[in-house]
């Protein structure tokens, strides 16, 4: 056949098609009956965990055995790192990712232990076994959680240092300058074998929230404005560098609700509205609910483009997995499509390598958590807290109760009745017949916070009790009660039920929220709605957190900055034998039309 010019263009076009399946790339598809070269694709992962709340080993400081739950899951990093390695073994490791959504080096003991027993602040100080670890298995960036200040701006600022990835979070301003005070993104290239690398943005948010559950820590000094507005403003800025995928990591829950009520003009938990609100998102890690979310697709309401969350679960339970597919069109690299799904992590072993590296310091931890400290005439434990006045959650009362009577001692507030709250933290926090040690002291108080001390009145402290006791289900008299079934309404957290100590009341279960106090007394007389009190109430609580009415407008007549779980460990080595029956009673009750429930 003699040459011309459309046997040329042919012969070329199956010559270049020929090559591209040399080549290793699609090969062309036929569109009208005319040859196609299928455009080119590349595909990664971003692997994501959140709340690991200082959870190294598969390991339970506060019962010192292996963690293990009803759902038989485990805990740790060692565990996700032996997840990382398969997908970066699977996927190879120059086509993967590894990032964080936040509240990292609080939550166990061995977090502690290096927070205020050795802490990382001192001079020539341990490195955080958190940072060792996660720099180790290869972070690539991690969110600022709420609970990265439990400790305070220089315990951070230390963690920061220590850490070969950066700590972002793009609404943690400077209170003066109203700039980032932490680095707000960060921008990773993935070599691709196509020539141009992907430009993979990482975005961080924290919450807002700090600014009333850390209030002491970060006031005048860090603002927290909302994630929606910060996202708004950082993502067209990374898309204008050149971000070819943005992925914000944010420690925000999904379900646009706030557990501080109306104190900030933000939300709480913002992600799902992140997603909606700002264009140019192709994926979220979530963080903060402690729920597990595999995938989870939000429309974005201005461009219709679909935003794909997921929330791995805590601890280090879960491993997420972003599955980018990628397509090479007009000079740049476009998501054509992405999936997410969550990996357990109580499907393998722990990383041999972590857990040597860290082996010292767990057992340095594990040392100081079985140090004894007294003794207790008989067991007590949290199982059936959650609805009967049980002696081991009056214990925590009665700590708080004495600590705040001497610190007022002598002077304005004296002569007031002091009452206190105390919610069950644990359904599993147990105090043994026999020697106590610190992890069973420290197992009733979980979290770092702080006691303080509140005016309250009388007709303020019937609200308080009314809005706790949303916690109950409506059961009607005569209906049955299932313990399994009966808390936790509209998915209230145990932590976000008080019980009051000093005062004695009913919970009428039969009746709706809002109106189930029933005989609400005061030695004995009915409570003077005028009367004052003195309410010893932990700092999460007075400063907002779970939105009780009242407390966080209340005056502050003393505060303390040392935990209350430090405080109940001092007691009861004061004490030396914890009784009971000095202590125990029967305040408050479950009832139906005046019948106890149990």
């Not at 595909?43 to 038989?72: I, P, Q």
């Not at 602040?121 to 490195?127: D, E, L, S």
């Not at 340095?364 to 949290?382: D, E, R, W």
Request: aromatic share 8%; charged share 20%.
């Amino acid at each position: 056949m003699p040459l011309n010019r459309r046997t040329f263009l042919g012969r070329s076009a199956a010559a270049g098609a020929g090559a591209a399946i040399a080549g290793g790339l699609a090969a062309p598809a036929e569109a009208h009956g005319r040859p196609e070269q299928r455009r080119k694709r590349y595909s990664f992962t971003v692997m994501g965990t959140t709340d690991l709340h200082g959870n190294v080993f598969n390991w339970d400081y506060f019962t010192d055995r292996e963690f293990d739950d009803k759902a038989h899951n485990d805990v740790g990093l060692a565990k996700i790192s032996t997840l990382v390695n398969q997908v970066r073994e699977e996927k190879g490791r120059r086509n993967t990712l590894l990032i964080d959504a936040g509240d990292t080096i609080q939550g166990t003991q061995l977090s502690y232990y290096y927070a205020k027993v050795d802490p990382i602040t001192a001079h020539r100080g341990p490195v955080h076994p958190m940072a060792r670890a996660m720099n180790a298995i290869g972070y690539d960036a991690a969110a600022l959680g709420n609970h990265e200040f439990n400790y305070g701006i220089p315990v951070l600022r230390r963690f920061q240092e220590q850490c070969d990835f950066p700590l972002l979070g793009a609404n943690a301003l400077d209170a003066r300058t109203l700039r980032p005070a932490f680095p707000p993104y960060s921008m990773l290239r993935l070599r691709t074998p196509h020539g141009r690398d992907v430009r993979v943005a990482v975005l961080g948010l924290t919450n807002p929230g700090i600014a009333i559950w850390d209030k002491a820590h970060v006031s005048g000094q860090m603002v927290f404005p909302g994630l929606e507005e910060q996202a708004a403003k950082w993502v067209p800025r990374l898309r204008s560098m050149g971000a070819d995928v943005v992925v914000v990591s944010a420690h925000s829950g999904s379900s646009g609700t706030s557990s501080y009520g109306d104190q900030l003009p933000y939300v709480e938990n913002a992600a799902a509205l992140v997603a909606e609100q700002v264009p140019g998102i192709d994926a979220i890690l979530v963080g903060h609910a402690h729920t597990e979310i595999a995938e989870y697709t939000v429309a974005n309401r201005q461009t219709g483009a679909p935003v794909v969350l997921s929330e791995p679960l805590k601890w280090g339970q879960r491993l997420t997995l972003f599955d980018f597919d990628l397509v090479w069109e007009r000079d740049r690299w476009t998501v054509a499509k992405v999936g997410a799904k969550v990996l357990n992590s109580n499907t393998v072993a722990e990383d041999p390598r972590i857990t040597r590296l860290l082996g010292d310091e767990h057992e340095k931890v594990v040392a100081y958590v079985n140090q004894v400290i007294g003794t207790s005439t008989a067991a007590m434990a949290t199982a059936e807290a959650p609805w009967r006045d049980e002696p081991i959650i009056d214990l925590i009362n009665q700590v708080q109760v004495e600590t705040v009577r001497e610190a007022l001692a002598g002077g304005q507030w004296a002569a007031l009745p002091v009452l206190s709250q105390a919610s069950c933290f644990s359904r599993s926090a147990a105090i043994p017949a026999g020697a106590v040690t610190i992890r069973d002291a420290a197992g009733l108080y979980p979290f770092e916070n702080t006691l303080e001390a509140r005016l309250m009145t009388g007709a303020q402290l019937k609200d308080y009790l009314e809005y706790s006791a949303r916690y109950y289900v409506q059961t009607p008299a005569g209906a049955p009660v299932d313990t399994a079934k009966l808390t936790n309404a509209d998915g209230i957290p145990d932590y976000n039920y008080d019980a009051v100590s000093g005062l004695t009341y009913e919970i009428d279960i039969a009746r709706p929220a809002g109106s189930r106090i029933v005989d609400l007394s005061f030695e004995g007389e009915p409570i003077d709605p005028e009367a004052r009190f003195v309410l010893a109430v932990n700092n999460y609580r007075a400063a907002g957190g779970g939105a009780f009415p009242h407390v966080a407008g209340a005056e502050q007549v003393w505060s303390n900055s040392d935990e209350i779980r430090n405080t109940i460990i001092q007691w009861v080595r004061a004490k030396g034998t914890v009784d009971p029956a000095a202590f125990a009673s029967v305040g408050w009750r479950l009832t139906r039309d005046g019948d106890p429930v149990f």
